[in-house]
């Protein structure tokens, strides 16, 4: 025999509807939905963020004359001159 327990929840409005709105579309009920979210997430399979990793490619050269690169405005004097 399956036991279950009852238990109260509150869960934001958006988040319900859409919850509802899932349950509509796949012909089950609101448990259903939120009992297969909840083993998703207990069992680790939830979505997680992936890390970023930025590579740096560092390039060897030397500045053009007349830049410098603490002066934001002649680093844009520059590129709108060599356009």
């Keep these: 025999m399956l036991q279950h327990m009852r238990t109260t929840l509150n869960i934001e409005d958006d988040l319900m509807k859409r919850v509802k709105k899932r349950a509509s579309e796949a012909g089950i009920t609101i448990t259903e939905v939120v009992e297969e979210a909840l083993r998703a997430a207990v069992a680790g399979q939830a979505p997680r963020a992936t890390g970023f990793s930025l ?13 410098d690169l603490a002066d934001r405005d002649s680093l844009y004097d520059a590129m709108e001159r060599s356009k």
């Design 55 to 67: 590579a740096w490619n560092p390039v060897s050269g030397r500045t053009r004359p007349g830049i």
